[in-house]
């Protein structure tokens, strides 16, 4: 009888104990869906506009790394301007390449960035007056590098909004320096000095960064 009594007192907990072992397999496969449909609604990718200094516009893409915790994001930006004045025709190339880490939250919110820019100053000179008192021309091109730090904050969703504010390090040059050849006798040649049109945020040891953009992400 006490046998009997024992044995009836068992079966809840051989039963529960077997249910436990059925339901394991179901939670953690559980969870690992979970965790995976998270990772999944993160927008890895972004491609917009942004607007401010140094640059008037860049175009922009990023993508949020799916290694340690999906909080590195590498990006690179371009811009192109061109203009032409009465004896120049010139253009800006800028182009910048960097990571950016964000603080807490998973590609969205407030971020550290780091990257390098080159600001390229290209333009063909005409009618440079040369030391034989004859007209001359001439193409000069100058690279202007920088090491670029920023604190910035991009919003969540396809529609994303950002904001930037940072500081570029380099030693950055007015000058542009030359060979113009004379026009009448190309034999003739000079190195010749033009300045580099003022553009606002930049002095010779550095730059501002500061813009606002938007895009999309998915």
């Known amino acids: 009888m006490k046998k009997q009594i024992l044995l009836l007192a068992m079966v809840p907990f051989i039963g529960y104990s077997n249910i436990n072992k059925e339901m394991l397999p179901l939670t953690i496969f559980s969870n690992v869906k979970d965790s995976l449909s998270f990772e999944h609604d993160i927008k890895r990718f972004s491609a917009g506009l942004k607007f401010g200094l140094p ?11 799916p290694f340690f915790d999906n909080h590195f994001a590498p990006y690179f930006d371009y811009s192109r301007y061109s203009y032409e004045d009465f004896n120049r025709e010139a253009q800006f190339r ?4 960097g990571i950016s880490y964000f603080i807490r939250e998973k ?10 820019s080159i600001l390229s100053y290209q333009a063909d000179f005409t009618n440079i ?7 001359g021309s001439g193409t000069g091109k100058v690279d202007m ?3 670029n730090l920023r604190l910035g904050l991009k919003t969540a969703g396809a529609l994303y909004f950002r904001i930037e504010i940072g500081y570029g390090f380099g030693n950055l040059p007015k000058l542009v320096t030359f060979t ?15 300045d580099i049109p003022r553009i606002d945020g930049i002095s010779e040891n ?5 813009n606002l953009g938007f895009g999309i992400s998915f």
Request: charged share 20%.
């Open 55 to 65: 640059y008037m516009a860049v175009i922009g893409a990023q993508y949020t790394l």
């Open 94 to 97: 800028f182009s910048e390449w």
């Open 107 to 116: 590609g969205k919110g407030v971020y550290l960035g780091l990257s390098n």
């Open 129 to 135: 007056i040369l030391k034989n008192d004859s007209k």
């Open 145 to 147: 590098r920088t090491t």
């Open 180 to 194: 113009a050849t004379d026009d009448f006798n190309p034999n003739h040649k000079e190195l010749t000095i033009k």
């Open 206 to 210: 550095g730059m501002l960064v500061g």
